[in-house]
């Protein structure tokens, strides 16, 4: 169980603020857009939460790295490099997203949209030699995100289609980033590197986390209450661990996506899209006639 998230001395204030008032801080802050951005520790492998300002980019939310102009990325920046998952939230709101640093003249756009709405991050450009990064929270869309959650089977269904959708979209991006690398005979454009691999690295840890929660939870619950699905819980795990090594594997690939071999990418991509879906699919057969019947959220003492 994850513990508490961290939250500076400095910072808690705020958070607290925020969340009592719908999104609302007074001090420093008073007047602008602000959101709490939820990262995972690139060393500790907590999650730290950073009261951040914003800049609308039509439906996008976009946050500089500015650190007030200082030699150094923030901490939270080095977080969603290693842990592109990160949780968002905005006035009443949270959501999910997938963030993504702009690159090349797509990040100086983007970089003097947010100085025409927001001036001061142009003096903390003056301040420093280092790039400021422009950071995309491309929010996590699901067809599974409007379907009404009753029972365990539902969220079931619900983790499922978006690790679907991830997967399509981490194909799709990838068909376009070596088909745009075969086009210029050398680099595609500056900035598909980054998107795939920051896209491709949240399905793989998402996946890995879904995994890890059913092997150490949800399925020792079911061995427990449904002796008559062993062989199928014996199934599933072994299929856990063949789909995790074609995890690491393509983490491995990300290592340096520019240079990847196109041919040997694809084919990890394309065996674990024939594993997994597989997989996904005997899952439901064979589990969610079992899981109907769980209540989800789990009900409270004296419920």
């Known amino acids: 169980m994850q513990p508490e998230p961290q939250i500076s001395d400095f910072n808690r204030p705020v958070v607290e603020e925020f969340r009592a008032n719908g999104g ?32 609308r980019d039509g439906d996008r939310l976009l946050v500089v790295a500015s650190a007030g102009g200082s030699p150094r990325h923030p901490a939270w920046y080095h977080n969603l490099i290693a842990n592109p998952m990160v949780r968002v939230e905005v006035g009443t709101e949270t959501f999910d997203a997938v963030a993504v640093p702009a690159q090349g003249a797509d990040r100086d756009r983007l970089f003097a949209h947010v100085v025409a709405q927001e001036p001061g991050y142009g003096d903390y450009q003056a301040r420093t030699s280092r790039r400021i990064p422009v950071v995309v929270l491309d929010r996590v869309h699901s067809e599974a995100g409007d379907r009404e959650v009753a029972n365990l089977a539902d969220k079931l269904m619900e983790i499922h289609d978006w690790l679907r959708d ?63 699905l062993a062989s199928v819980i014996e199934r599933l795990r072994a299929e856990h661990v063949t789909v995790d090594r074609i995890r690491r594997e393509l983490e491995g690939l990300l290592a340096d996506v520019a240079t990847a071999d196109p041919v040997r990418f694809r084919a990890e991509l394309d065996r674990m899209s024939s594993e997994l879906t597989t997989h996904l699919a005997y899952e439901e057969e064979t589990l969610i006639p079992v899981l109907a019947q769980v209540p989800f959220p789990p009900a409270g003492p004296g419920a």
């Open 24 to 55: 609302k801080v007074g001090g420093p802050f008073e007047g602008g857009d602000l959101l709490l951005l939820t990262t995972t520790g690139a060393r500790s492998g907590r999650w730290q939460i950073s009261p951040l300002g914003f800049v």
């Open 166 to 228: 991830q997967l399509a979209r981490t194909r799709a991006e990838t068909d376009a980033y070596f088909a745009a690398r075969h086009a210029t005979d050398g680099p595609p454009p500056v900035g598909l590197g980054m998107q795939i691999r920051q896209h491709c690295l949240a399905f793989c840890q998402s996946l890995h986390f879904h995994h890890t929660g059913e092997d150490g939870h949800m399925l020792p619950g079911l061995e427990q209450g449904y002796p008559h």
